[in-house]
């Protein structure tokens, strides 16, 4: 009771200090969903305006490197946040990980279903893909990409599939890709999956098989704005919003 009395304070003097500010949020594009209820909630309890953009992590790493008016950055990986750090663009003191998620393996729901499907049977895969395209995150820079170029060459599938690869630049193109029919397969966070109604999962990832997946939220340009909203999405309530979407809070 007493946390929650001083959030709504916290928030109530940021909107009386700030009322004019602008605050930049950019964020993974897994997050899009659960972001975007984060700063609606942010938003109408102190009056801030709040602009999102969502992208791939890298993509929008790079554009900070560069200058971009970002004040808060969420990735969908640590590498990203990292290379900040170490370009020294951002503070490290600044960096909290809120939140974790993991890897399913999708199909569009008009295709016959591959329930049962044995990750580890390269066989599997074609007999599934059936001559089409596995969609999957850029194996170079997109954190989901990177995670499931892990996951296939652990299994010993990788050299299997490597000609059969869609790559594209973040999460919800993948996922996309599959809506769509364009692809019979993709791998895609389990949090984007169940944004869907168009598609199905097939398996879940053992989280043994990639890097652990981990969202650091990062304050890039510090403010009363940008702090309060960080203390918002590290909150009871900014955790609850995350739950709700499929992530696990740290």
Not at 175 to 189: C, H, K, N, Q
Request: hydrophobic share 45%.
């Amino acid at each position: 009771m007493k946390f929650k009395l001083l959030l709504v304070c916290l928030l109530v003097t940021l909107s009386q200090v700030v009322m004019a500010e602008k605050l930049k949020v950019y964020a993974a594009s897994s997050m899009t969903n659960a972001v975007g209820e984060l700063i609606d909630t942010f938003s109408k309890n102190s009056g801030i305006k709040v602009v999102s953009v969502f992208g791939g992590s890298s993509s929008i790493a790079r554009q900070i490197e560069h200058g971009a008016p970002v004040d808060v950055f969420i990735s969908a990986n640590t590498l990203w946040v990292d290379y900040l750090i170490e370009q020294k663009v951002i503070n490290e003191a600044s960096r909290t990980n809120i939140a974790s998620n993991r890897l399913v393996v999708i199909q569009n729901k008009t295709l016959e279903a591959g329930e049962g499907f044995e990750l580890e049977n390269d066989s599997e895969w074609l007999r599934l893909l059936n001559e089409g395209r596995l969609a999957i995150g850029n194996t170079q820079s997109v954190p989901v990409g990177i995670y499931s170029k892990q996951v296939l060459e652990n299994l010993e599938v990788w050299n299997s599939v490597l000609t059969s690869l869609a790559p594209v630049n973040n999460v919800r193109q993948v996922l996309a890709l599959v809506e769509r029919g364009e692809t019979p397969l993709g791998i895609v966070y389990k949090t984007d999956a169940l944004q869907s109604d168009k598609v199905r999962v097939i398996a879940e990832v053992d989280s043994s098989l990639h890097q652990q997946i981990v969202y650091p939220m990062v304050i890039v340009k510090p403010s009363k704005a940008s702090v309060g909203f960080s203390a918002f999405v590290k909150s009871p309530q900014g955790k609850a919003i995350l739950q709700r979407y499929g992530f696990d809070t740290l």
